[in-house]
């Protein structure tokens, strides 16, 4: 059973181009978390999704942040407009329903953006 | 909602000498609370877990965790530290609705 997968491990993007970011659940996972870690800081919670469902998107910006989680696919995590701000590691995590029993949140290896 | 603190941003000890990382949470709800490290340019990882059941657990590279209610705590302790111990530790806290808050996390240094 393969862990959470994220790809890309490493992205560099310029000023005001676009980011994706992409994360596959662990098999059987139906909820999905995207976290932000800058350096020296803590995990920021960015957004919770469920199956075509956002459920908490309270950690986001307001503004050239999205996130999907489709039917069918991984997670995206996009980020438009990039600016140096936005450079950071992103870890995307996945957890079981609550109804199949309660477990811990189970972490990609991230995706490190940098914007230059 | 629940909130997590991590008093201890940096905590340097010497191999062999124990440690003990301080975790407090906020919640007026049953919760559950995690342990997890991070090494270097790595994703997070598990190291213990406190669902139900004894207060007291215990990973198998020897940290454990105790679960004090009336204290609101979850206090990660290691009685011999390793040099291979030294990474980021992030406590966290789920509720019923399957969400997780974590701390800001504990720099662990083992100095040799």
């Known amino acids: 059973n393969a862990g959470v997968m994220q790809n890309p491990r490493h992205l560099v993007r310029r000023r005001g181009q676009e980011a994706r970011l992409r994360c596959s659940p662990m098999k059987g996972h139906s909820h999905v978390y995207w976290y932000r870690q800058l350096p020296e800081e803590g995990l920021k919670f960015m957004v919770y999704l469920q199956k075509e469902n956002i459920i908490d998107e309270s950690g986001m910006p307001k503004e050239r942040f999205s996130a999907e989680f489709p039917k069918e696919g991984p997670s995206i995590l996009r980020i438009q407009q990039v600016v140096r701000g936005d450079s950071a590691a992103y870890f995307c995590a996945s957890s079981l329903t609550p109804d199949r029993g309660h477990t811990e949140a189970f972490f990609g290896q991230g995706t490190r953006l940098t914007v230059v | 909602a629940q909130s997590v603190t991590q008093l201890d941003s940096q905590v340097p000890v010497f191999e062999e000498a124990p440690v003990e990382l301080r975790c407090n949470y906020s919640?007026?709800?049953?919760?559950?609370l995690f342990w997890y490290v991070q090494y270097p340019n790595q994703g997070l990882q598990l190291l213990l877990k406190?669902?139900?059941?004894?207060?007291l657990v215990e990973s198998i590279n020897g940290f454990e965790a105790e679960f004090n209610k009336s204290q609101t705590s979850f206090h990660l302790r290691k009685p011999s530290v390793h040099i291979s111990d030294t990474a980021e530790y992030f406590c966290?806290?789920?509720?019923?609705?399957?969400?997780?808050?974590f701390g800001t996390g504990t720099s662990l240094t083992v100095i040799p």
């Open positions: 406190y669902l139900s059941g004894s207060t």
């Open positions: 966290a806290v789920s509720d019923t609705g399957n969400q997780f808050y």
């Open positions: 919640s007026s709800v049953s919760v559950y």
